[in-house]
């Protein structure tokens, strides 16, 4: 059995949890509401202020944990949200934002245009900072990921795209004659 299934997921302030008919989990916050559907022998189990999933089957025990993080985060998500960190480095690279669509200039002979999907907010500080934003923690880690795959940085001069808390591997250039 999961380990990690058998611990409750705690609500926080503001966020309610209930059981839908089709064996999923509505989560409510204040702003967003996220769906978390369960595998077929996963039951929930909801109290007051927590939510324990429970699954007696040993063969459906690996989605047990599954499930039990899925819905730790639409918990996280609803209430608090989540957020990723992009940042562009290169000789005129920048970014805008205006309206639904976010504008890259990445060294092209035209600029990037990405349409930001429905649940996720885009801002952009100093023209090189990208800070994305939703409740939905794969939608923005997706999303930040498809931005990035317009201009990974390279292992060079570390021109791209990367994430702020990434660390680029240098690669020494050619080296001058003997």
């Not at 997921?9 to 978390?36: D, F, I, R």
């Not at 039951?43 to 039990?68: N, P, S, W, Y």
């Not at 930040?144 to 292992?155: D, T």
Request: hydrophobic share 40%.
């Amino acid at each position: 059995m999961s380990r990690v299934g058998k611990s409750p997921v705690y609500l926080q302030k503001g966020v309610q949890v209930a059981l839908t008919p089709a064996q999923e989990l509505q989560v409510k916050g204040a702003k967003h509401s996220l769906v978390v559907p369960l595998m077929s022998k996963v039951k929930a189990q909801i109290e007051e202020g927590k939510v324990t999933l429970i699954c007696d089957d040993v063969e459906h025990g690996k989605f047990h944990g599954l499930a039990r993080a899925l819905l730790q985060n639409a918990v996280t998500g609803v209430s608090k949200g989540w957020s990723k960190e992009l940042e562009l480095n290169g000789v005129g690279y920048r970014a805008n934002v205006a309206g639904k669509k976010l504008e890259l200039n990445l060294g092209f002979s035209h600029p990037v245009i990405f349409d930001i999907p429905e649940g996720i907010e885009i801002k952009v500080d100093k023209q090189t900072k990208i800070m994305i934003t939703g409740a939905d923690r794969a939608k923005v880690g997706q999303v930040a990921a498809q931005i990035r795959n317009f201009r990974p940085p390279e292992p060079y001069l570390a021109k791209g795209i990367k994430y702020a808390d990434e660390r680029i591997r240098r690669k020494a250039g050619k080296a001058a004659g003997k």
